[in-house]
């Protein structure tokens, strides 16, 4: 078991942050750590208590620096630093960040993992976006769904239909009416008034950031429809369905 504990950031760490970024060689094309890039980052537009420090004995180990704002129909966390000197720190500060982030009420949570020996493992299930090193980790497909699928698009071409998208733990039904595009979590299947549309939130999140093409995910069975004779029509819906550029953020280390 690790003795390494994460905590909320207080004043007195400061120094020990510091002498920790000066001790600790960095791998990869980074600026400096410094005391005035740490406080540039503490005072980051939407941070507020999100900044986490890993600690062992007395000794800093790692921190993790957390910023929310809220973009279009989303709310979104972005981990804006995060440092360690090992990956298995590196873990417990993204699962801090995770948990404050959810408590937020975040939908989706970007970072640009640390160059570090077995920090793959740690983002495997997270989705690399346009951006280079970037990733990005939805906590609820729901307000995705419905801020994708509330176009002129859908509207015009999926008129009076309704789909139920499973998604790992998540249901959520889709009903496209003259009022709009609904949309409404369920808690169980409505097998019989809905075409069912299943696949993994990961699969689903590499298709809206052009990852993934839907007809090539159907054809290797990451995607399952029921109800319809012909899945044509769902994957149509899928493919119309992207994250533009405006939803890349810059979280670099090369500024």
């Known amino acids: 078991m690790s003795d390494v504990v994460v905590r909320n950031y207080t004043e007195d760490d400061l ?7 000066t001790l600790t060689p960095m791998k990869g094309p980074f600026f400096e750590r410094n005391e005035s890039f740490l406080i540039h980052f503490m005072r980051y537009p939407g941070v507020e208590d999100g900044i986490f420090i890993a600690q062992r004995n007395r000794e800093i180990e790692g921190i993790a620096i957390v910023s929310i704002s809220d973009k279009e129909d989303l709310r979104e966390g972005k981990i804006i630093e995060l440092w360690s000197r090992s990956a298995s720190t590196v873990d417990l500060l993204v699962q801090k960040s995770l948990q404050y982030c959810s408590s937020k009420g975040v939908d989706r949570v970007q970072v640009k993992p640390p160059v570090l020996e077995g920090i793959d493992r740690i983002f495997d299930d997270w989705i690399k976006m346009c951006h280079p090193n970037v990733m990005a980790k939805p906590l609820s497909v729901l307000p ?4 994708l699928l509330d176009t ?8 009076r239909k309704s789909f139920a998208f499973i998604l790992d733990e998540e249901i959520i039904r889709v ?11 369920l808690d169980r299947v409505q097998r019989n008034s809905d075409v069912l549309v299943e696949m993994s939130s990961k699969t689903f999140l590499e298709i809206v950031f052009g990852w993934t093409n839907p007809y090539m995910a159907y054809v290797a069975r990451r995607i399952r429809v029921q109800g319809l004779q012909n899945a044509h029509m769902i994957l149509k819906l ?11 953020v810059a979280i670099v280390d090369d500024m």
Do not use: C
């Not at 002129?152 to 008129?159: A, I, L, N, P, R």
């Not at 899928?238 to 890349?248: E, T």
């Open 175 to 185: 009903q496209v009416t003259a009022d709009g595009v609904l949309t409404t979590e």
């Open 15 to 21: 120094e020990g942050i510091i002498n920790s970024y």
């Open 144 to 147: 995705i769904i419905k801020a």
């Open 238 to 248: 899928l493919h119309s369905v992207r994250i533009g550029a405006a939803w890349n």
């Open 152 to 159: 002129d698009f859908v509207k015009s071409h999926y008129m």
